[in-house]
């Protein structure tokens, strides 16, 4: 019997196998992409009968003129029960379809890669989608709801930190005490537990914690406090026979901040607030930043946007400074940021990530010193203020990273030849 393993994540994805004996590799997912084995998390619907994912969503949805739905980040709404779904073509879509229709297509991949049908899954998860228990049920059921309409009638969860311990499990020769810090696109992710060659056991773990914050959330801080005053924040106006100067309200300036929130900015009545505003704006310095958001908004820029931010992220990562620039019609953006600056846009966000760190080794009764091992997986590990944050507390010497988007689904292929055993 084979069994996939499927790394859902917000920003990638992948799938491995197992049968009784083997686990087999990741597969290609996406030929296009740099590394084939990942298919990032996109889906781009030109229509309500079409839609393409990954590699092939981005070149269709530049191949349209930016026209359509693309829907990026899906996985961090599972905790939401405000997010209900959204439109398309005018057509309301729940977000378990959403998530299901990527699933599926990964099921779809798998089969025909492996030329048979299977319907068994490990499934990784968040160590929490959310701090609130209800809400972090919640997310799992939605997401075991999409699992089963991709096709999947056995399926099991396994916190993703747990899994990346399992693929590090077969390294060690003696019993260590193992930090696994996960962070990925949409969460930071903590466990701890003691990892030996010995069969891993649930008495193992010592604490699991984790935030919903990570890599997007600090592209969001760069948008907050470097981009978005090209495109409206900081606009000033007056109301007509008003005397007090307003200011465009932060709380709808915080939506253009996450790529996936901009959608909301659509509805007729903020719409028609931001016609009002760029009439009532004191000058045109002022409007030409609201013609910019109608342009954000109307002609998806967003997605470009927070590729470039994430390209600039990338960059800061190995030198000292680097340029963000974006160019559009009618829009031509060009800053240059330093990562000294980089660290104060994404600060607050970044406390609150470690936070959540220090809470779950207090959870676990230890102390930093107590830590044999720090395994770091997920692309944001390597953004140089998280990596400080860790080496203040830890130590340089008891830093590990090793693949950091194979690790996981690796984890998970163990497991899921445990289960193919059964």
């Known amino acids: 019997m084979l069994v996939y393993a499927i790394d859902f994540g917000t920003s990638n994805s992948l799938l491995a196998a197992a049968d009784e004996g083997t686990v087999y590799p990741p597969i290609p997912l996406d030929i296009n992409a740099a590394d084939p084995t990942i298919l990032r998390t996109l889906l781009y619907f030109p229509n309500m009968k079409e839609c393409f994912y990954g590699t092939r969503a981005i070149e269709e949805f530049v191949q349209n003129d930016l026209h359509g739905r693309l829907i990026r980040s899906i996985k961090k709404f599972l905790p939401m029960r405000s997010f209900v779904g959204t439109f398309i073509e005018n057509r309301p879509v729940n977000l378990e379809d959403l998530v299901g229709f990527f699933l599926k297509e990964l099921r779809r991949r798998g089969n ?20 609130n228990p209800s809400d972090d049920a919640y997310a799992q059921d939605r997401l075991e709801k ?35 810090a996960d962070f990925g696109g949409g969460t930071s992710d903590y466990t701890i537990l ?32 470097r981009i978005s005053t090209h ?13 007090n100067t307003l200011s465009m309200p932060s709380h709808l300036m915080e939506k253009i901040c996450s790529p996936a929130d901009i959608s909301v900015l659509r509805e007729r009545d903020t719409l028609d607030f931001f016609t009002n505003v760029r009439k009532w704006s004191l000058g045109q310095e002022d409007r030409e930043k609201m013609d910019r958001l109608f342009l954000l908004i109307h002609e998806n820029l967003g997605f470009g946007i927070f590729e470039e931010i994430e390209k600039l992220k990338r960059k800061l990562s190995e030198v000292e400074t680097a340029t963000f620039e974006f160019s559009y019609p009618e829009v031509q953006i060009r800053e240059q940021i330093q990562r000294s600056q980089l660290d104060q846009y994404v600060n607050p966000q ?16 230890l102390q930093f010193s107590d830590i044999d091992i720090v395994y770091c997986t997920g692309g944001t590990s390597r953004v140089p203020i998280i990596l400080e944050g860790l080496i203040r507390r830890f130590g340089q010497e008891k830093l590990v990273g090793r693949n950091f988007f194979h690790s996981i689904v690796q984890g998970l292929g163990e497991r899921a030849r445990e289960l193919a055993r059964t």
């Open 112 to 131: 025909e890669y492996f030329q048979q049908e299977v319907d068994s899954v490990v499934l990784g998860r968040p160590a929490r989608f959310s701090e």
């Open 146 to 180: 999409a699992a089963r309409f991709a096709g999947f009638k056995n399926i099991e969860f396994c916190p993703e930190p747990i899994a990346a311990a399992r693929e590090f499990r077969s390294q060690l020769k003696e019993s260590k005490t193992v930090l696994v």
């Open 194 to 225: 003691n990892v030996s060659q010995k069969p891993y056991q649930d008495s193992d773990v010592l604490a699991i914690g984790g935030i919903p914050l990570a890599g997007d959330s600090l592209d969001g801080g760069v948008m907050r406090h």
């Open 231 to 243: 495109f409206g924040s900081g606009v000033r106006y007056q109301v007509p026979f008003g005397s």
């Open 350 to 365: 970044v406390e609150r990530i470690l936070g959540a760190l220090d809470e779950t080794v207090k959870r676990a009764g």
